[in-house]
Structures are given as structure tokens and as C-alpha cells.
């Protein structure tokens, strides 16, 4: 592992104090590309246009004329928390629009990711005249085939990757779709929907729609909105993190969807004191149990209802079903690690890893870990039945992970039945039978892709944090800030003395830092081995809260 230091323009952190912003949030801000204080407003007006989305006020007309002809509309959802946030944020502005909406969830375990022929089945029993995806649908070519034999249109609003042909869907709103010019090319697929409904609205607007009347308040989504886009690990660019500070801004005022708050109070947490980690680490994960262990539904109507005390039941459920996810997510890293520790060093670019009693719910986590720990792009399978394996995949910086698995089914045609995905995270479906053919031509495609300096493991940190900074003050100032996926959340770099050390937990060192004079209480989470008198320390500045106490905290990334 090698600690490196992010470089930061100082030209642009220059500029950034000139321009009044804290003098350590300058520095921070610049080594992220921020070159200018107005890049840091985040009010609602700094928001790219819907017209410069490739066929959104197509899609809003679409949708309004089915509005008007009181057609029947079917949300085809996806069952994680952006499909699910998606499909709350098109069901509850449709409805407010006078919509005759419902909405279907695919069975993963049945009938896998995405609008199949086999769904469109299902969903033709409802009778709809148009289905709407979200978060998926741009790789359905046989589905929306099938749907057209039906007599039935479809809308397409997703985000992943297109495959080489597209679905010849009534319209597809997909800003990374051929042809799209859309600056921000990581909108989650529930930003795209929200985008779709704010056309929706102008176009009702520009009919007289709402004339006489109460227009619908499309701002009462965005914490729907910011904890799809928080809960998908997109990269939060400047369009992103104006859509996730809008959220924030309602659950901090009290205005949440019942559903968030019910989740975040399911963890313990305030929605007043809200933040991205709240998102991504407490309600996202509960809402994600439902798709992963169950049925998402359950989490769509936990989003939808307005009845606090049916939102608190669904989110006890959820929670329910996250520590229940925890329970099988720990077994089975259990004996991922103990492949791993078997072959301590990996042989080659990329690791392939399946075990007959896998969750087909849970190897997704299960490959994030192992990525973590071996440093390599993995895919981990569960059995589908059919004599189907099922994987998901995650990979490191410097492999397109869903660009390589489109060169393993060009190289190996007859392989890979289905895949799809992002950039760092992507699944697929093979038969049982390939498993080992699989990994031998993933491991040749990751290594023919790879240069050899991503395979090195580093942790980027902002270098050293002045003395006067080690303070709660500037903890909580940091904490309020937008950071995520692409915007990461500052990591500093010191040398300490090291006052005291002992085992808490069994499993967490907690240490009393010395530097510059000054005392520092730090914690080593899963990692209980001590460490010399003196270390150089990779660590994030954070506030710890115990017994309605908030006191300054080291958390230690990665000792040297």
C-alpha cells in the first residue's frame, strides 16, 4: 500500500479563498476540480435544463397526452434503491398529475434484471397502455419487442451503459444514450425520472393544466431524489451534488417523506442533523435489504404512503430484513476470505469466486469485499437455477468493468447470455457449466485491459491537516459538506506519537495520538493488531457522538 498525496492546483485554491470560502475547504475543493466559488452554489437554479436531455420533453409529451386520454400507465421498477427511489419519485408527481399510475416490481430470483419478455408478460395482465422503466430498460431489446407485439408503447428512463443496439421503445431518455449531449452523464436513474417529471410539469403548464389550481411541488422529491443518487455510488458532479444538497436541505428542515424518515429512525438517525453518510449508510442499505433478501414493493410503498405509521412499520421491516442481509453478507465473506487466504497472493488481474450456497442477493457485496481486500477487479457468482449462475461484479479504478465483460462475450461468443452495467460495478448471467471457462478469459481480458500501476494498492489522502484544524468545530464543518462517489470525502495524512493503545470490541484498536503537543483520540476500526510508538496515518476527521457527547475523532484508514 502506498499513501499519496491528491495534488491541489494552488492557483485555484487561491481563488477560492479570495472568494471568501474557509481556507481548509478551499484546499480540499481545489484538489477536486473545483476551480471557481460559483461551482459550489448548489440552490435549485444551478440545475442543468431538462431541454438539454435528449428526449425528455419528448417523453413529457408522451406523458401528458396519456395524462389527458386517462391511459393506463405501469412503472417497470428495479429492485435496488435507485430503481426503487425512481419509482417512488414517477408514482408519487404522476399521481399529483391526475395519472392513472401503478407500478410492477420483477422476482430477481425469477425473472432477473430488466424489462424481459417474460415481465412484459406479467405486465400485460395489468392492461397498460404504456409501460415506464426505470433504472433499467436500455438493454431490453426483446422485452420492448415483445411489448410491441402486445400493442403495448414503453417509455425508457435509465442511465447504464447502452448495448450496441437500442430498443425500439416509443422514447428513451438516457443521458448516456448515443446522441445525447446532457453535461452530466451521472444522473442515477432516479435523477432521470425526476428530470422527466420536471418536464412533465412544464408541459402540463404550458396546456393549462394547473390553471385554477395547486401546482404539484416537484421540490418535495428530492430527498427521494438525493438518497437514490447517494444510494447508487454514482460520481456526484456538480448537477448531482446540487440534486443531493436539495434533499438535504428538506430532511434538515423537517420535510421528509414519511419513508425516510421512518428508514433514518430505523438506524438511529436524525433527519435534522441529516447527511450523505445517513443516505448511503443507514437508509439506503435497509431499503436495499427488500430487493436483495425479499421484494421491493416493500420499499416502493414504504416511499409512497403518506402514513407515518404505516411508513414506521414498513421501515421496521426493512430493518428487520438488512440485519437478517448482515447475517448471511457475514457467512458468506466468511468463506470468500477463506478462498482468498488460500491463494493469499492473486495470480493474476481479476478473481472469480462462487460458492453452491450463495444469496443471488448478496454477491454483489460479497464482491465489493473481496475487490477491497485482493485489490483486483472480482466477480463472485450464486446459482440461478436452469443450471445459471448469476454474478455480480465490482471493479478498481482503471478497469471499465462492463467494457471488459462486453469483450469477454465478443471473444467467447455463446459464453455470457446477459450482462450489463457501469463502469465499476456490473453483473451477468453464464451457465454453471462455464463457470471455468469465465474465469480464464476474465482474467485475460482484465489483464490485456489493466496497466500495470492500477494493480498497485494506494490510498489517496490531502496531505497533512494543521494542528489548529483537529478540532470538533472543523469535524462538523466537514461533515456538512456533499461528498461521495467521485467527490470523496476528504482523508488527511500525519505522522503521531502514539500515548496509549488498547483493544475495544475484540476487534477495534482505540489509540491516544500524539502531534504538535496536542492529544487526539482515534479509533482503527477491525483492526486490532498494535501499532509501533510512532505511525504515519492515512485518516479521516470525524465526529464521534457517545452518551449525547460530541467529541473530535480519528478514524484510521490505513496505518503504515
Known amino acids: 500500500m502506498r499513501i499519496v498525496t491528491r495534488p491541489c492546483p494552488e492557483p485555484a485554491r487561491q481563488a477560492l479563498v479570495a472568494a471568501g470560502v474557509h481556507p481548509l475547504l478551499a484546499r480540499l475543493y481545489a484538489a477536486r476540480r473545483i476551480r471557481s466559488a460559483s461551482e459550489l452554489e448548489l440552490a435549485a437554479e444551478r440545475l442543468l435544463a ?24 405501469l412503472i417497470v421498477a428495479d429492485y435496488d434503491a435507485d430503481g426503487a427511489t425512481a419509482c417512488a419519485v414517477g408514482l408519487r408527481a404522476l399521481r399529483a398529475f391526475g395519472a392513472r399510475v401503478e407500478y410492477l416490481v420483477p422476482d430477481r430470483f425469477a425473472l432477473g434484471y430488466g424489462l424481459s419478455p417474460e415481465l412484459v408478460e406479467l405486465a400485460a395482465e395489468r392492461r ?13 431489446v426483446e422485452g420492448v419487442a415483445r411489448a410491441r407485439a402486445l400493442g403495448i408503447a414503453t417509455l ?36 432521470v425520472m425526476f428530470y422527466v417529471m420536471l418536464a412533465l410539469r412544464a408541459e402540463l403548464r404550458r396546456r393549462g393544466a394547473f390553471a385554477g389550481g395547486r401546482e404539484p411541488n416537484l421540490a418535495a422529491l428530492t430527498d427521494l ?18 440534486l443531493v444538497a436539495q434533499g438535504l436541505r428538506r430532511l434538515r428542515a423537517g420535510a421528509a417523506q414519511p419513508g425516510l424518515a421512518a428508514l433514518l429512525a430505523a438506524g438511529g438517525r436524525e433527519p435534522a442533523a441529516a447527511g450523505c453518510f445517513d443516505l448511503g449508510f ?29 411508513a414506521a412499520n414498513c421501515a421496521q421491516e426493512l430493518d428487520r430484513l438488512n440485519r437478517e442481509r448482515r447475517r448471511i453478507e457475514a457467512g458468506m465473506l466468511e468463506e470468500a476470505l477463506g478462498a482468498l487466504d488460500a491463494h493469499p497472493e492473486p495470480a493474476g488481474a481479476a478473481l472469480t469466486l462462487f460458492e453452491p450456497g450463495w444469496h443471488q442477493g448478496v454477491v454483489g457485496l460479497i464482491a465489493s469485499r473481496v475487490r477491497e481486500r485482493a485489490h483486483r477487479p472480482a466477480v463472485c457468482f450464486a446459482r440461478a437455477g436452469e443450471g445459471l449462475l448469476r454474478g455480480s461484479g465490482r471493479s478498481i479504478p482503471g478497469l471499465h468493468l462492463r467494457d471488459c465483460f462486453d469483450l469477454v462475450a465478443k471473444s467467447a461468443p455463446g459464453l455470457v447470455l446477459r450482462f450489463g452495467g457501469h463502469a465499476q460495478a456490473a453483473g451477468l448471467t453464464i451457465r454453471e457449466a462455464g463457470l471455468e471457462r469465465w ?35 472543523v469535524a462538523q464543518l466537514l461533515e456538512a459538506q456533499i461528498w461521495g462517489q467521485g467527490f470523496p470525502q476528504p482523508v488527511f495524512c500525519d505522522t503521531f506519537a502514539v500515548e496509549s493503545q488498547r483493544v475495544v470490541g475484540e476487534r477495534h484498536l482505540k489509540l491516544r495520538l500524539v502531534k504538535d503537543g496536542r492529544r487526539l483520540e482515534a479509533m482503527r476500526f477491525n483492526s486490532p493488531d498494535f501499532v509501533g510508538a510512532n505511525v504515519r496515518a492515512a485518516y479521516r476527521l470525524e465526529v464521534n457522538e457517545f452518551n449525547g457527547m460530541r467529541n473530535v475523532q480519528l478514524n484510521l484508514e490505513y496505518v503504515e
Not at 397498460?128 to 431490453?140: E, F, K, M, R, Y
Not at 447504464?160 to 452530466?184: K, M
Not at 431524489?225 to 446540487?242: E, F, I, K, M, Y
Open 225 to 242: 431524489v438525493a438518497l437514490g443518487t447517494v444510494a447508487d455510488l454514482v460520481p456526484l458532479d456538480a448537477n448531482n451534488r446540487v
Open 439 to 473: 474465469r480464464a478469459e476474465f482474467e485475460r481480458a482484465a489483464a490485456g485491459c489493466l496497466p500495470a500501476a492500477a494493480l498497485e494498492r494506494s490510498i489517496e489522502t490531502d496531505g497533512a491537516l494543521e494542528a489548529a484544524y483537529h478540532s470538533l468545530e
Open 128 to 140: 397498460p397502455d404504456l409501460l415506464i422503466t426505470v433504472d433499467n430498460g436500455i438493454a431490453s
Open 156 to 191: 425508457i428512463t435509465d442511465h447504464h451503459l447502452p448495448g450496441a443496439s437500442l430498443p425500439e421503445a416509443a422514447c428513451i431518455v438516457n443521458p448516456n444514450q448515443p446522441g445525447c449531449e446532457f453535461p452530466s452523464k451521472s444522473l442515477a436513474g432516479v435523477g
Open 282 to 310: 443507514v437508509a439506503g442499505p435497509r431499503l436495499n435489504a427488500a430487493g436483495r433478501l425479499a421484494d421491493m414493493s416493500l420499499g416502493i410503498e414504504c416511499l409512497v404512503t403518506d402514513d407515518e405509521a404505516r
Open 50 to 73: 431538462p431541454a438539454r436531455l435528449l428526449n425528455c420533453e419528448r417523453a413529457a409529451t408522451l406523458l401528458a397526452d396519456a395524462i389527458a386520454a386517462q391511459s393506463r400507465l
